[in-house]
């Protein structure tokens, strides 16, 4: 099976380019997969027609094209770092199976469900009411091709975005899905207190989403992956 890891990028984000797009090409070529960066603007409209181009999150759609030239696509979000603990994400995940972690836990589960209600609001019911995913980290194979297509000629675009559009569609197609365990995809969420406050560098993924800072006196999450780089390959 060839293999293919996308991320998200432009020349608005060259921080995170120089710092974590290496590391994901060491990683490709670790797990014999090819790397594309998604960095061209992706149409997108509403309900009332065009509403703009280019917001970054919806290059993921590019999958669609993609997945006639490759039978299984990773793809792992610009702001986050690849732990060199990380194993084969694509031996973990089985090839009938979407990856994914679930988010919708913890102090942000209310808000979520509530971004699957709106989805159904827009697009129709189908009885989603859990299990949002996060395509930061995100393995998907050739037969789940349709889930990167858009809704009645329409993307989702209230908050939560591509997760939404692409959770709706795989719950529309029951694709099965594997649960990524939350060290794949480490956000801040995943080091509060319902899951045990764990250390992040225990992890595999470190994911910088949101405001993305974990330790206290850290302006931002640029500043906060760039010290954990140091800890981590210094």
């Known amino acids: 099976m060839n293999r293919l890891i996308t991320t998200r990028a432009d020349a608005k984000c060259i921080d995170w380019i120089e710092l974590t797009h290496p590391i994901i090409r060491k990683y490709a070529e670790k797990v014999n997969a090819d790397f594309i960066v998604l960095d061209e603007a992706t149409d997108r409209s509403d309900a009332t027609g065009g509403i703009g181009n280019g917001v970054y999150q919806y290059r993921i759609f590019e999958h ?38 679930y988010e919708d836990l913890g102090s942000r589960e209310p808000q979520r469900i509530n971004c699957m209600h709106a989805a159904q609001s827009q697009f129709g019911q189908i009885g989603w009411d859990k299990n949002y995913i996060n395509t930061g980290v995100f393995v998907t194979s050739k037969c789940h091709q349709n889930i990167y297509e858009k809704i009645d000629d329409k993307y989702f675009v209230d908050w939560g975005t591509d997760d939404i559009h692409i959770g709706y569609l795989i719950n529309k197609y029951n694709h099965p899905v594997c649960e990524l ?54």
Not at 74 to 81: E, F, P, R
Not at 189 to 198: D, I, Q, R, Y
Not at 201 to 207: E, G
């Open 64 to 101: 669609h094209k993609l997945h006639e030239h490759y039978d299984r696509i990773l793809h792992l979000d610009s702001d986050m770092l690849v732990l060199p603990s990380c194993p084969d994400i694509f031996d973990t995940v089985p090839s009938t199976h979407v990856g994914s972690i």
């Open 181 to 234: 365990p939350y060290q794949f995809n480490h956000m801040t969420m995943f080091s509060e207190a319902w899951n045990g406050s764990p250390n992040r560098f225990d992890s595999y993924i470190i994911h910088y989403a949101g405001v993305g800072v974990f330790d206290p006196g850290v302006s931002n999450k640029v500043e906060q992956a760039k010290l954990d780089f140091m800890k981590v390959y210094k």
